[in-house]
Antibody, heavy 124, light 108 residues
Framework: EEKLVESGGGLVQPGGSLRLACRVS????????MSWVRQVTGKGLEWLAY????????YYADSVRGRFTISRDHAKDSLFLQMNSLRAEDTAVYHC?????????????????WGQGTLVSVSS | ETVLTQSPATLSVSPGERATLSCRAG??????LAWYQQKPGQAPRLLIH???TRATGIPARFSGSGSGTEFTLTISSLQSEDIGVYYC??????????FGQGTKVEIK
């Protein structure tokens, strides 16, 4: 079974840091681009960061650029999100998601597999 | 950034009836649109990509249509297990990949 499991969330003070991890199983991480998407409780989905299969290409949303860093370790079957300078508005559930290429249209990407998410709370 | 607007915010439908959800893009995105279902306490699940192609294992009662700026997700006969929030997402212009704000489907 293909699966994504996030970990590393918790309560942190404003200005603090956290490192989230996403462990994959049931498929080869090295074959896929990956993303992080967050969801404020009761609100919608916000794409945050993207990393290509080789790590050669990385994109960030404006809301996190310069504060968050996405990375991956194929030997550990894991994707990571280093979050620094955290703010109250970063409080959310953070999901990792597998990026899928649309072979019919030749367009990139929709997200065909998601993890359950890990909750990050930023509060003093 | 491509803005997606979903309507209605909440949809109440009787079991067995049709549910029709709308997603409008701020400019043409061809058919580069996906739909997701999120049940309470669960991760989002891919339903549709390419505006109309059902993902693996998705029941035939779910169908998608549209192109350009207007898209529709139809549940032909609503079942109790279909309650949740449905999101559209565009992958025509990126980054960023953007989502609509969601439509909550509930049983009438």
């Amino acid at each position: 079974e293909e699966k994504l499991v996030e970990s590393g969330g918790g309560l942190v003070q404003p200005g603090g840091s956290l490192r989230l991890a996403c462990r994959v199983s049931g498929f080869g991480l090295s074959s896929y681009s990956m993303s992080w998407v967050r969801q404020v409780t009761g609100k919608g989905l916000e794409w945050l960061a993207y990393i290509s299969s080789s790590s050669a290409t990385i994109y960030y949303a404006d809301s996190v650029r310069g504060r968050f860093t996405i990375s991956r370790d194929h030997a550990k079957d894991s994707l990571f999100l280093q979050m620094n300078s955290l703010r109250a508005e970063d409080t959310a559930v953070y999901h990792c998601a597998r990026c899928q290429y649309d072979v019919d249209s030749g367009s990139y990407y929709f997200f065909d597999l998601w993890g359950q998410g890990t909750l990050v709370s930023v509060s003093s | 950034e491509t803005v997606l607007t979903q309507s209605p915010a909440t949809l109440s439908v009787s079991p067995g009836e049709r549910a029709t959800l709308s997603c409008r893009a701020g400019h043409s995105i061809s058919t580069n649109l996906a739909w997701y279902q999120q049940k309470p306490g669960q991760a989002p699940r891919l339903l549709i990509h390419g505006a109309s192609t059902r993902a693996t294992g998705i029941p035939a009662r779910f169908s998608g249509s549209g192109s350009g700026t207007e898209f529709t997700l139809t549940i032909s006969s609503l079942q109790s297990e279909d309650i949740g929030v449905y999101y559209c997402q565009q992958y025509n212009d990126w980054p960023p990949w953007t989502f609509g704000q969601g439509t909550k489907v509930e049983i009438k």
